[in-house]
């Protein structure tokens, strides 16, 4: 009988990497769920198309417990009522099992269906430190028949910050001279501090033109926007997961560690109004994501 032979060491700590870098990913993955960077359906499809990856090695409990407004009981009937085993996998669900599921996620969670046709209107928004700026920026260099609309601010420039270019840099009395003249297509506070806003004129005299107009601005403008302008889309600009936004916004260097976790903050309910607007772009590779959107036009 041959003796049982021990694997080299070498092999177990492979193993044990494999193991730790696939428990990382489905961490990771769960932060994405609950900061919903990432829709549930999105995670099943995943699920389903790769079984042995993060996704499919998933637990559905954990899964479930992921999603926002999800705790410990609420799962327990829910897994009950689908007739879910607790110790299923996303990837190892039956047809009737991923059907059920499925079926609840959107009702529960409805992804945003996209709407038909094109608009020369764009309004990109996003959470903070997802790079709309940069996405921006690249699309005004790629494509010079989009025109950028520039923004008037009440904050002061930041490094490298040009006036007329990057921002109209105004102060409080000029912010409610514009608003009072009716000068601002949108107006908002941000983080509960500056205030921004678009300029109305040049917008209007570019689609008078027939050119197509990008406004890079926040959740509160992109909703004036809709109301004031229905045929305008809009675009929501997604961190290619949580980790990588706190990572951007850390790396950025801009804010202190108080003004940091105030954007954090907000970006969790951010990210949470997404189901708002009419596309989803993902800016994992910038000039992926500015071709993205500049495709959007009309």
Do not use: C
């Not at 004036?224 to 889309?233: D, F, K, L, M, Y």
Request: hydrophobic share 45%.
């Amino acid at each position: 009988m041959a003796e049982h032979q021990t694997p080299p060491e070498v092999d177990r700590v492979a193993a044990s990497q494999r193991a730790v870098a696939a428990r990382r990913a489905r961490a990771s993955l769960k932060r994405d769920l609950s900061a919903r960077v990432v829709s549930p359906q999105e995670v099943m499809r995943r699920a389903a198309a790769d079984p042995a990856g993060p996704a499919g090695t998933l637990r559905v409990p954990d899964f479930l417990t992921a999603l926002p407004a999800i705790g410990e009981s609420k799962r327990d009937r829910l897994l009950a009522e689908l007739q879910i085993a607790a110790v299923k996998r996303l990837g190892g669900l039956g047809v009737r099992q991923r059907a059920a599921l499925g079926a609840w996620l959107d009702d529960r969670f409805p992804e945003p269906v996209a709407r038909p046709g094109r608009s020369r209107l764009l309004v990109l928004a996003g959470p903070t430190a997802v790079g709309k700026g940069t996405v921006a920026a690249q699309i005004r260099a790629e494509h010079p028949d989009i025109m950028l609309s520039v923004s008037a601010t009440t904050r002061a420039p930041r490094p490298g910050e040009v006036e007329g270019e990057h921002y109209f840099f105004v102060d409080d009395a000029e912010f409610d001279r514009l608003i009072d003249a009716g000068e601002l297509l949108e107006h908002a506070t941000v983080h509960n501090k500056y205030r921004y806003g678009t300029p109305r004129g040049p917008v209007d005299a570019a689609l008078a033109e027939g050119r197509t107009v990008l406004l890079e601005i926040d959740l509160q403008g992109a909703r004036q926007v809709r109301a004031a302008e229905p045929s305008a889309a809009l675009v929501f600009l997604l961190p290619p997961s949580w980790d990588e936004l706190v990572h951007r916004l850390v790396g950025r260097g801009t804010e202190g560690d108080e003004e940091r976790a105030r954007r954090l903050k907000t970006a969790r309910v951010e990210l949470a109004a997404q189901n708002e607007f009419d596309f989803r772009v993902v800016n994992e590779d910038v000039a992926s994501a500015a071709a993205e959107v500049a495709a959007l036009a009309h």
